[in-house]
């Protein structure tokens, strides 16, 4: 059983800072890549940031050069630093994953999810 737990998130003013965290837990083989979406209400789920087991990444044009994701692979935990924020960028945000339990397989996983506010 894969688990994916989110924290950071929070109410914040415009321009401030963000940091949200994604740990992944359970039997896990390896991780080969990792994202963050959001949905805001009304929307559909987007893609904020992705990153590959190799480091290569990539941002939503909306946010690129103020969110920036990385990741801590003894942790098994996949971050995303969220800058300059505007209210546009209220969303819960969702941490994705996907994840080998073994050798030859992967699967999608999920998070629950955690509300990110700005306040205008």
């Known amino acids: 059983q894969v688990q994916l737990v989110e924290s950071g998130g929070g109410l914040v003013q415009a321009g401030g800072s963000l940091r949200l965290s994604c740990a992944a837990s359970?039997?896990?083989?390896?991780?080969?890549?990792m994202a963050w979406y959001r949905q805001a209400p009304g929307n559909l789920r987007e893609v904020v940031a992705s990153?590959?087991?190799?480091?290569?990444?990539n941002y939503l044009p909306s946010v690129k050069g103020r969110f920036t994701i990385s990741t801590d692979n003894a942790k098994n935990t996949v971050y995303l630093q969220m800058n300059s924020l505007k209210a546009e960028d209220t969303a819960v945000y969702y941490c994705?994953?996907?994840?080998?339990?073994?050798?030859?397989?992967?699967?999608?996983?999920w998070g629950q999810g955690t509300q990110v506010t700005v306040s205008s």
């Open positions: 994705a994953a996907d994840i080998s339990v073994l050798a030859g397989t992967r699967d999608g996983y």
């Open positions: 359970g039997s896990i083989f390896s991780i080969n890549a």
């Open positions: 990153i590959t087991s190799d480091d290569r990444t």
